[in-house]
């Protein structure tokens, strides 16, 4: 049997392999197209496509793959195989630098918003030379993936990756504007660093099968919780189960052999709840690779008799799941520019980029919070358990008081040798991330973590986001230091410019317990935006602020922005119907007949007893539970036909975000009242006629 280190990577085509298998010169225009500084050739692109399917073959591949993220939160693949055949009738292998560097796609079912008709259905992959190709597959069956970004005829981003891909661009380049203007020449490249903490549960896969819920919608729409629930926290940090362990050493092992560094693994809090957290990397392929994660983790589950649920919130009182995004700024020479150990006071690198995000976050706050807006995620954020819907900064004690220590500095004199720059630079902990954990964006020793983004939902949409509005106010600071002649010494302008900012922008800094009711209440006071779920924060897409900041920075065009703003309108239409619609299934086809079986068998012993006792005194509880039983039957009939001519008015509504608040006002309320019904009903209702698993068999059942 292999080590773990003699098989890690053996299925990933990593750079070193292709400057092992290729001559430098071809290696070196390689990396000039990857950088952006230069296109490859056809003749260069013959030559690594070649290499690239000698390197596949040789590993068992019989197909490649452009690989891709729609605008669907999935990813997408179409298989074509390295088979062609010749003049002569010879079969023989080919794949050509154009099959490498494009390929052509059907677009008309995959969500465009308008972006394309669906008559004009050509789309096109084009390869993206800064994530790895890898290959996937067993036996004879292996594929040769190769990521790809995906767009229209005409260039329309229809995919996560291509606004990615430009944010860190608008990002690096702000970010070495501000590097030049501090005196460091050595910096030629600085990269968005992510890592990504993902979280899901685990379900025996026999139980998931008769639920309806979980198969079709990806939680349960019923459910009590049995008397044991997570509140002992026996579960949290404890002894993985031997049938998980087994899962997860084989998860490791997948993940490891396509070069993905599954870091660290760990009970969560909720039963059932599980975490993995991979390495820092790049942050587009971190996105990559967190796509893999989570369709390996559904693979190997289903391997293992399990099923593995991704949803934000699959079991009503309990902890949801979340996407953790660890994010920071890396230069080529090796610095992290979030590092307060780099602070000294002939250096305020660190604070200068921590006021950026600082700024950012106040400005944009809204437009951040919207790209965590999904119907999963609403079940999860502002509970106990996840961050409130209130956007706000950790930054912990000691740097927050360096910044108000600044704020207190006096800059007002002209003369410069007034300007006090022999300002106290405390010791900054090296990681607090366990000091503050009810913050959506922390600050944890040396990098940001934002906590609100959903466990199911792409990474890439938070992350391109946050780039965005950090080099928008990266740019906005790059223009002032260098307007700025009052003062000679860099150091004292940055002083007064975070000095100016810090005044401005504090109120989104926030070090207390974001779970407590009271810091909703302070928050509106302060005036920031409580965008309490998707419906208030889809229209932040299309707002003309919105619009300005991503056409600005060249990410977004005002077109593209509409097309995903309708998107996640029919996103959110789309799962409130799979779930009304699945609920309505459930009580009409499973729990209702069961109703009616329950009432009779009871009613027949209450028949029975009376006739063998003949006094009504035997049977007074028997006959009031029954009566409460049929009084949830029929509010749950009622429920049912409410739901039942609800969707069809929904139907008639051509509107997308009209149809969105319809479902939100309308028929959502009755879908939860629908639950209250059929929970109560649980409880009434002996378990061995109970139709569908009980949360006791799904959470405490491995």
């Excluded at 009711?517 to 919105?546: C, Q, R, V």
């Excluded at 900041?549 to 309108?569: A, G, M």
């Amino acid at each position: 049997m292999k080590s773990m280190l003699e098989t890690f990577g053996i299925n990933y085509f990593s750079e070193l392999d292709l400057k092992s298998r290729v001559p430098g010169t071809i290696f070196k225009k390689f990396k000039s197209a990857q950088l952006g500084e230069g296109e490859l050739s056809p003749e260069v692109a013959d030559i690594i496509a070649s290499t690239v399917k000698n390197w596949a073959i040789e590993n068992g591949a019989t197909h490649f793959t452009h690989w891709f993220q729609p605008l669907t939160e999935l990813t997408a693949e179409k298989h074509e195989s390295f088979i062609s055949v010749s003049s002569d009738g010879t079969i023989l292998s080919q794949f050509s630098g154009k099959s490498l560097i494009k390929g052509e796609t059907d677009t008309s079912s995959f969500p465009n918003g308008g972006l394309r008709s669906t008559f004009e259905a050509r789309g096109y992959t084009a390869w993206d030379t800064t994530s790895p190709m890898f290959l996937k597959g067993n036996g004879i069956s292996k594929t040769l993936y190769i990521p790809t970004a995906f767009v229209g005829y005409n260039g329309e981003a229809l995919d996560k990756k291509v606004p990615l891909l430009r944010s860190i661009k608008a990002i690096e380049i702000q970010s070495l504007r501000i590097q030049k203007l501090l005196g460091d020449t050595n910096t030629k490249h600085i990269d968005v660093t992510l890592g990504v903490e993902q979280e899901y549960f685990l379900v025996d896969k026999k139980f998931w099968d008769k639920r309806l819920d979980l198969s079709l919608a990806g939680r349960t729409l019923f459910g009590n919780l049995p008397p044991k629930g997570q509140e002992m926290n026996d579960h949290y940090y404890g002894t993985i189960k031997e049938r998980v362990e087994n899962f997860m050493a084989e998860l490791d092992s997948e993940l490891w052999r396509i070069g993905v560094i599954a870091k660290t693994k760990h009970n969560e809090v909720a039963p059932n709840q599980f975490e993995l957290a991979l390495m820092f990397t790049s942050a587009n392929v971190a996105v990559d690779q967190n796509h893999l994660t989570m369709d390996t983790i559904k693979k190997v589950a289903d391997r293992h008799q399990l099923a593995a649920l991704l949803h934000e919130k699959p079991f009503q009182g309990i902890n949801g799941s979340g996407k953790h995004c660890n994010w920071s700024l890396s230069t080529d020479t090796g610095i992290n520019i979030f590092d307060p150990n780099t602070l000294a006071k002939d250096n305020l690198q660190f604070l200068l980029y921590v006021m950026a995000v600082v700024e950012g976050i106040d400005r944009y706050s809204d437009i951040l919070r919207a790209s965590t807006a999904t119907p999963g995620n609403d079940h999860r954020l502002g509970g106990h358990e996840a961050p409130p819907a209130v956007i706000s900064i950790f930054l912990g004690d000691q740097l927050e008081e360096l910044l108000k220590n600044i704020e207190n500095i006096d800059v007002s004199s002209t003369e410069e040798e007034k300007i006090d720059i022999d300002i106290h630079i405390p010791k900054i902990a090296k990681d607090f991330s366990d000091r503050n954990r009810t913050s959506p964006f922390a600050f944890t020793g040396n990098k940001f973590e934002f906590r609100m983004p959903g466990s199911s939902a792409s990474p890439s949409t938070p992350v391109f986001v946050l780039n965005t509005i950090v080099a928008d106010i990266l740019k906005e600071y790059a223009d002032l230091l260098s307007e700025d002649t009052s003062v000679k010494n860099i150091n004292k302008s940055i002083i007064k410019l975070v000095k100016e900012k810090y005044k401005k922008h504090k109120r989104i800094i926030f070090n207390g317990n974001g779970y407590d009711s009271s810091w909703i209440e302070k928050a509106e006071e302060l005036g920031l935006p409580n965008l309490k779920n998707t419906i208030a924060g889809l229209p932040i897409y299309i707002k003309e602020e919105t619009i300005s900041l991503f056409e600005r920075n060249n990410i977004l065009t005002r077109e593209e922005l509409y097309s995903r703003f309708k998107v996640y309108c029919e996103r959110y239409n789309n799962q409130s119907n799979i779930e009304i619609t699945t609920a309505v299934r459930m009580a009409r086809n499973e729990i209702y007949p069961c109703i009616i079986k329950y009432i009779n068998n009871i009613s027949q012993m209450i028949n029975n007893v009376r006739a063998a006792l003949g006094e009504e005194k035997f049977i007074q509880y028997d006959k009031e539970h029954l009566i409460k039983v049929i009084s949830y039957k029929n509010r749950l009939k009622d429920t049912i036909t409410k739901l039942n001519e609800g969707t069809k008015t929904a139907f008639s509504i051509s509107d997308s975000y009209k149809k969105t608040i319809y479902y939100d006002t309308e028929l959502i309320p009755v879908l939860n009242e629908m639950r209250v019904i059929v929970d109560e009903l649980e409880l009434l209702i002996e378990k061995s006629v109970w139709p569908i698993p009980t949360y006791f068999d799904l959470l405490f059942n491995l």
